[in-house]
């Protein structure tokens, strides 16, 4: 991370070779100054509550959920659609800047006071206290992950996170897709700013990187793991979750090809999870 003398923000850094760079801890570094303050013009909040409708609520609310562990919340978006839809929420993630950034906005949207717990998925169970209903990873976080060790010990510190009927909902781009070059465009449901471009720049087995261009001229970048579809699922079986169901764009049999993935993970047990 490096910081601008003249404007005094920190600004990413990739080293020399940012093709390289491909350790989950980077994130930390990617995700600092105007990358966060320019955040919300990518997401655009009311386009994708728009597109998302009540998905995610009405899930919830079909499995009993009361409270919720928000463990990739970014700028908040989705903490604060789940407080107002009524649901106990809890907000953490990896980046203070990013908490500070959510903190702000569930204050001015709405006058919602947030939460927040500065929290590594890796460790979260020392980070946060109690059980919760349902975990949500959500926004393509989990792709910040870069080692099979790393995806497993966070899937299973959401695990433990939850009560013994909870729920875990995880998303992630399309990357069967993207790697197979069938895909890459923006998606129509997540990255909702109109004067936003969100590209790859380049894509291999073990990485994605993105580009993002915004109508300032400004211009950042993200490395992220392209997690295939039925990896993650077979992640998400491994740590002991018994039913998975995945939509495509929200969708639960989607006609085209879609541009992201949602699991919707059950811990209760059950004889015959596939029946």
Known sequence: MTENVLTGIREQFFGDDPLEVRET??????YVGGMVDKWDDLIDWERRAAGEGRFFVDQL??????SVLD???????????LI????????????PQMLAKAFRNGMDNGGHLLRVVNADWRWLNRD???????VICLGNSFTHLFSEHDRRKALAEFYAMLKHDGVL???QRNYDALLDG???GKSSYYYCGTEVEAVPDHVDDGLA?????????SEYHLNMYPLRRDYLRGLLRDVGFQRIDTFGDFQEHPVDEPDFYIHVAEKTYVEDPDA
């Open 25 to 30: 801890d980077h994130y930390t570094q990617e």
């Open 209 to 217: 990187r993105y580009r993002y261009e915004f109508p300032d001229g």
């Open 182 to 184: 069938k895909a890459g």
């Open 61 to 66: 609310k079909a499995r009993g959920v009361r």
């Open 128 to 134: 946060v206290h109690g059980e919760f209903d349902a």
């Open 169 to 171: 909902i995880i998303d």
């Open 71 to 81: 463990v990739a919340t970014g700028t908040g978006f989705h903490s604060v659609q």
């Open 84 to 95: 107002e839809a009524g649901f106990e929420t809890v907000s953490a993630d990896g980046s």
